[in-house]
């Protein structure tokens, strides 16, 4: 089976009504990005910042995956495929993809204020704990935090991202302004011969001499639009 790689971001989960960051009343209009997605910003008010994901968290329970989603699932039955997404919600999971990096961590778990990565600490939440308050303790004893990979740390799953991207036969980049590295620079690991397709609405400038063909449509006409070229393909 051919490897299908696909790099996904905010865009593929705006049908299922969830904020972008940076398009126009994106999410890092209404809040300042330093303040609750920066570890600074933690350390200064880890209060406003455990609420912000709270929300973020709650909102989970009212979306659904959107035929983007469905449809990078669905590629599991003719490629072998790897999700590599910027996003901390769970569509992808919901929709039935079964391998999944989350570059950035993930709203339906939380960790220690220590340190963030040992997995001893970290914790799923069920669907109806989506609170966590202050007070609440991880194993160590520390402020339960967010699983979320805020600005200023460590990617630590990007070794894992780059080196599937390194076996792919197929790269998919979907919904992500490729702003935000290091998961922009994966395509620099991409095999020179695989093909490389972008979907999203709008232009996306993506520092590269490689032809990347532009499905410039939303994610789930341009899933489709995609199952039909690779098909032909
Ligand atoms: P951005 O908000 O930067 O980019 C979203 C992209 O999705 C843009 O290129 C949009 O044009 C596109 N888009 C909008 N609607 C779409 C649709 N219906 N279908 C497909 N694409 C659509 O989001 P990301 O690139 O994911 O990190 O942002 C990367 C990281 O920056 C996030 O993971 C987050 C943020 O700061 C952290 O919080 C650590």
Known sequence: MKKLVILSGAGISAESGISTFRDAGGLWDKYPVMQVASIEGYEADPELVINFYNERRKQLLDVKPNQGHVLCAELEKYFDVT???QNVDNLHERAGSHNIIHLHGELTKVCSSYNPNNPKYIKELKPEEFEVKMGDKAGDGSQLRPFIVWFGEDVPRIADAAYEAEKADIFVIIGTSMNVYPAAGLLNYVPYNAEVYL?????????????ITHIKKGASEGMKELMRLIAEG
């Open 83 to 85: 999700v590599v997404t």
């Open 199 to 211: 979907i999203d609405p709008k232009d996306v400038y993506i520092d590269t001499e490689r032809k």
